[in-house]
């Protein structure tokens, strides 16, 4: 009910309502008045003249001597009753009066001389007039009905009261009218400023109305809704790009992280393993020479050729482990055609694939060459595709070998790649496996790590592939989602040959 | 000797009251002592006080409203001039405004009145009998009201 009285609409009704009040009292008091003293004012100047001329004229008829004068006289006194509203006349001579044979017998004696219109409260205006005759006190005494005046005066009040009640109700009425038509502007605005509020952007502020302050009104709201929508606009993209930033800052960090992580792993197992290397190599080496001074049917040359399995055995491991922490580039690297050698590497893959897994290969021909070293490039796939297998065992599945040529530009590509810009080739390993978890996402390439049980892997494999990767200049990203499988990205960069650069003119 | 001055107080007393009881009010229109003006017609008078010219022996009359009684200014608005007081105003307002000729002077004290009457020969106004008896130095021209 309060928020009602307080719309605008209900406002404007309510002043005017006030205004009205006050002013209508009063306006009919002063119409009234001025209608009332002008009647009265005209009624006492009209008897006033009338007396006077009448009584002139009888003056001027000098003396009642005779009965035609008499005659005359109640001639004259009967045109009062003729011409105007009179209803007494009389002539007043000394002890003689003379009445107008029209006047009503009610109204003799009941002359009492007014001054003032409503004097004495008997609806009759009595006056008197003396007559200028010398010798002789004659007075002219008329009457006129004053009822006449207050009928119209009665009227000329009721008429104003209906002409301002009229007045009133017409007024309001357009005041609604024009309240309405003030307001529903307003609440065009108010809803479509609502509607911007509650996100609706593509809302524009107009109004459709002849006022020209509220047409103003709405164009300026909507150039603010213009700005305003900029603004918000400008603070969401600062907004997803703060987020973007953070992310990728948060993202490199984490990459630097596991660098840093992998790095230290690689050179505290390169350390070791150079070491056991160098234990080794006198070991396989004497062993070698023990054996070859022993007689073929010597017992003891089971245990030496076990020791030399062994040590052998030990070697491959130490090779891995350096291969993962080499930084240079391997000297055995050339340019090569990738197609090829991944080509080479498959038909060995599918042998020993068992049948439950599905290869499917999809390889661009025209990858170009690699700088790389192909039999180590044949371990990468090698390695992932074994990891591959390993997470379809149970149910068997699909294994995906995908090659493409890629562009890295710095900018549009995955983050998470520490590549240079230029051209590269992909290799996709994927399946669609039991799928690796995030934390062991974060830990997948360092050696040793493995999920697997105690005695079934030596958790080298893919920090093997990693070292290889990195060794090539290149980078590898896993993605994985548990219980759908995973995808490796190995990204070689390409090498251009010299038949391939482009002629310099002139 | 007591009882005959108690007794003519008495009379004179009882004299006094009647005069002022029994005796009915009149008008009159007055003009100063030494005034040759006897007499005016009643249009002539109304032609004074509309502010026409009047001339009595070639001079022209001066009117002077008497206002220093209401019911005496009213007796004059109906009996002399005979209209209303706002169409008197009115017809005076007009009559300054197109012939430019000076409105009849109004008085409010009497004595001022009495003063100019005799001033001025030719000066006419109006009073009760009771003070134009009283007043020194005018004289009584003729009856315009009495008390019915």
Known sequence: MAGKLRTLRTRLIVVALAVHAMLLPALFYGVTFIVENSHRDIFVNDVRTHSRFLADILSSQQILDSSEDIIAWLDWLDSVFLGSNGVYAEVQNGEQRFFSTLMDEAYLDKFQEDFRFGDHGDDVYYLSMPLDMPGHQANLRLGFDESLILEEIRQTRMRTIYGLSAYLVISLLLLMLLAVRLTRPLRTLQRDSRAIASGDYDTRLSVTTKVREFRELAKDLDLMRDALVGINERLREEHAEHLATEQQRQTLQKQLHHAQRLETVGTLAGGI??????????IILY?????????????????????????????????????????????RQKSSDIVSIIKETLTL????????IDIQTNIDEKCGRVLVDATEVQQLIMNLCSNAFQAMTEKGGRLTIDVCDVAIDGESNDISLRLEPGHYVRISVGDNGKGIDAATQERIFEPFFTTREV???????????????ISHGGDITVDSTPGRGSTFYVYLPKTTLLSELPVPHG | MISRLFAASLILSLALCWTLVGAAQQVVLVTGENSPIENLSP???RKAYFGIVVRYDDQIIRPFRNSSDSQLSRIFLQ??????????????????????RPRPEEFTDQDDIVRALRKYPYGISYMWRSDAERAIGIKVIKLLWQEN
């Open chain 1, 287 to 331: 062993t070698d020479l023990a054996l070859e001074d022993l007689p073929q049917e010597s017992p003891i040359r089971d245990n030496l050729e076990r020791v030399t399995k062994s040590a052998n055995r030990a070697k491959e491991v130490i090779d891995q482990i350096l291969t993962f922490s080499r930084k240079t580039v391997d000297q």
């Open chain 1, 349 to 356: 893959v599918r042998a020993l694939m068992p049948a439950t």
């Open chain 2, 43 to 45: 249009l002539e008078l």
């Open chain 2, 79 to 100: 009996t002399v001039v005979a209209t209303s007081e706002r169409a008197y105003e009115r017809r005076l307002f007009s009559l300054t405004l197109k012939s430019g």
């Open chain 1, 273 to 282: 393993a150079h070491e056991f290397n160098n234990i080794l190599v006198p």
């Open chain 1, 455 to 469: 005695g079934k892997g030596t958790g080298l494999g893919l920090s093997v592939v990693h070292g290889i990767v």
